[in-house]
């Protein structure tokens, strides 16, 4: 057996030409889908704190723009590549297909901690990115969205900044914006709703009782979060929970409010009410019912994925299967709810 593939950008081609031949098109398809029409890197230059210039490297790709605007977030992380950020913008376009919507698949992200910058350092790279995207973006061109580390307010810095560019309000230009300033209500909550209403849907499929069912999760931020505090106010015992500092278990489940509330002040859900500390590994091989895993790519491999017990994986993250985790899920005979529809977001 050679080396497991993790380059999410091999990953996306190999899914796609494996659908295009199981669909029988013409092999003009994967060719037109198998790389972004446009990729864009810059240099983000902003003025530190102490004085000091940093020079941060932004990517934005644009896969297919046939059916419409290219549509899909931006994510600050120090592990942003360019092979990240090509994968993630198929993915879009996978979804908006799926649901029938007229936009194409676009992603973009800053190799960056953010968690290092001051709010202002924040917001001089949030307005930065903008102005060198400029030519590239718009309502009718691409259009950006909250992804991993950023938010509503930093939305709001990139909407204004890209106002002050065009000279007038362009409302349109971004969603994940503050409801004050046009943004959707509920639209922080959606992805982990839609998590949650897939995992409901795949529920009925198998005739599983909710209430009788257990869930773990990799991941306690936006997405897993909410749907955290979903799947417990539909009665299934949340189990265990892991993030990038640590890991929680309680058989008897988690108080998911009170987790939540401790998160909110501490920043991890690590050393939350003594319960027992676990690692992901731990978590994966865990008795449970339902897995979710929220965070980043390639969590579920050729090593973890043998361990798996749940009944149903609910990939709410982008790219958490690699193909041969897939496989081995695949063999076991465990109902997945892929990405393109689990975490679908507009």
Known sequence: MGQEITNPYEI????????????????????????????????????????????????????????????????????????????????????????????????????????????????????????????IIGPEKDIPAPDVNTNPQIMGWMLDEFDRLSGHSVPGFITGKPVVIGGSVGRIEATGRGVVISILEAAKRLNLELTNLSAVIQGFGNVGSITAKLLHQYGVKVIAITDAKGGVYQPEGLDIMKLIDYVNETGTVNGFENNKNITNDELFAMD???????????????????????????????????????????????????????????
């Open 12 to 135: 996306a081609k190999r899914l796609i030409e494996r659908a295009t031949e199981s669909l029988q098109l013409p092999k003009g398809v994967y060719e037109i889908l198998k790389k972004p029409a446009r990729l864009m890197k810059v240099s983000i230059p902003i003025r530190r704190d102490n004085g000091e210039y940093v020079s941060y490297t932004g990517i934005r790709s644009q896969h297919v723009d046939i059916l419409g605007p290219t549509k899909g977030g931006i994510r600050f992380h120090p592990s942003v590549t360019e092979d990240e950020v090509k994968a993630l913008s198929m993915w879009m376009s996978l979804k908006s297909a799926l649901i029938g919507l007229p936009f194409g698949g676009g992603k973009g992200g800053v190799i960056v901690d953010p968690h290092e910058l001051s709010e202002r350092e924040l917001e001089e790279l949030s307005r930065g990115f903008i102005r060198e995207l400029e030519p």
């Open 288 to 346: 449970c019912d339902i897995l979710v895993p929220a965070a980043l790519e390639n969590q579920i491999t050729g090593k973890t994925a043998p361990t798996i017990k749940a009944k149903i994986v609910a990939e709410a993250a982008n790219g958490p299967t690699t193909p041969e985790g897939n496989h081995i899920m695949e063999e076991k005979n465990i109902f997945v709810i892929p990405d393109i529809l689990c975490n679908v977001l507009f």
